[in-house]
């Protein structure tokens, strides 16, 4: 079993910054590729961002590339989204997830989620 935690989100004006976390339980992180899923009121969820169980490759989708860095700690069990450059279409809630892809189906473990939101 596989918990995941996400912490960091909140209120910030556009062109502002947030860092979000995501703290996992059991001993899978390290060997485990992560992401970072968005979902906007009355939109799917879609795919941010993803990074190899050893953090050499990561993958962004283009309406955040070049703004956010994903990265993660496997000594601390933590993964993390640094978000600059933020705009009001960034709102969400954000959840990270355990797998490879760029599709839900590719996740197995799912955390709650937390609230990004930005204010123009």
């Known amino acids: 079993q596989v918990q995941l935690v996400e912490s960091g989100g909140g209120l910030v004006q556009a062109g502002g910054s947030l860092r979000l976390s995501c703290a996992a339980s059991g001993r899978t992180f390290r060997n485990s590729a992560m992401g970072w899923f968005r979902q906007a009121p009355g939109k799917e969820r879609e795919f941010v961002a993803r990074?190899?169980?050893?953090?050499?490759?990561?993958d962004y989708a283009d309406s955040v590339k070049g703004r956010f860095t994903i990265s993660r700690d496997n000594a601390k069990n933590t993964m993390y989204l640094q978000m600059n450059s933020l705009k009001p279409e960034d709102t969400a809630v954000y959840s990270c997830?355990?797998?490879?892809?760029?599709?839900?189906?590719?996740?197995?473990?799912w955390g709650q989620g937390t609230q990004v939101t930005v204010s123009s």
């Open positions: 990074i190899s169980w050893s953090g050499s490759s990561t």
């Open positions: 997830a355990r797998g490879w892809g760029v599709t839900i189906y590719d996740y197995d473990y």
